[in-house]
């Protein structure tokens, strides 16, 4: 794997965002931009900054951050990142082997927050036109969907995410300059599921062998697409 910039696809417009009926501007310490890969197969929403992600600045540092790279390491093809995750405890330095290795990039419904409330629906309703321009601009292979508020926001109609938890569901973006794309959406839940259960043992164990079942599906759309067009192998995955 050669070297390769960490990129942000947010539009510079919302780069300092000030929008006039989104009350998070003025809850936020910083914007939590979006990054990854420059072309990504898959472009993972989650729902909004958690505490560490308001102070910091980027996606997924907290401990959702943490699990979800668990998560992603289990799914991984790379016997590289395996062994670097167990040298390194560092959640950063891990993204960015995944983010390498992987070819993936992260976002959220909504860019700002302090972690202490829920996304509201005026705030993911402000943002929407955002995550669909930096869909748009990153264009992935297929977007998966972490949470109901993620799901709602990217579809644009309320989503329960118990029942669409591992279906796939259309998504057509409307393009400025170029064509409209359509896109896959594959729903599961967010990684702060795994931390907000009552019933540890049971659903914890659940939840994350579901979680890990999606994110494998999401990989092995990605690895199939590759295979026909290329001939390149399907890799094995999750040693
Ligand atoms: S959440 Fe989105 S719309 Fe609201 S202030 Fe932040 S960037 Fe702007």
Known sequence: MGWFPIVSYVPTEFEDCQHPKCPLRERRNKIVRGEGHPHPDVLFVGEGPGVQENEE??????????L??????????????????????????????????????????????NGHDKPKRQSLA???????????????????????????????????????????FPLTVKGVLRDSISYS???????????????????????????LNDLASAFYLVDAYRHALTGEPLPTRGK
């Open 57 to 66: 600045g980027r996606p997924f540092v907290g401990n959702s951050g943490f």
């Open 68 to 113: 979800l790279n668990q998560l992603l390491v289990a799914v991984s093809r790379s016997d590289e990142v395996r062994e670097y995750q167990q040298r390194s405890p560092d959640l950063a330095a891990v993204r960015n082997k995944l983010y390498e290795h992987e070819r993936i990039y992260l976002t959220n419904a909504i860019l700002c927050g």
């Open 126 to 168: 402000c943002c929407q036109p955002r995550l669909l321009q930096e869909v748009y601009s990153a264009d992935p292979r297929i977007i998966v969907a972490m949470g109901a508020h993620a799901a709602s926001a990217l579809l644009g109609q309320e989503v329960k995410i118990t029942e669409a938890r591992g279906k796939v």
């Open 185 to 211: 959406v594959l729903c599961t839940y967010h990684p702060s599921m795994l931390l907000r259960s009552k019933d540890q043992a049971s659903i914890v164990g659940g939840v994350w062998s579901q979680m």
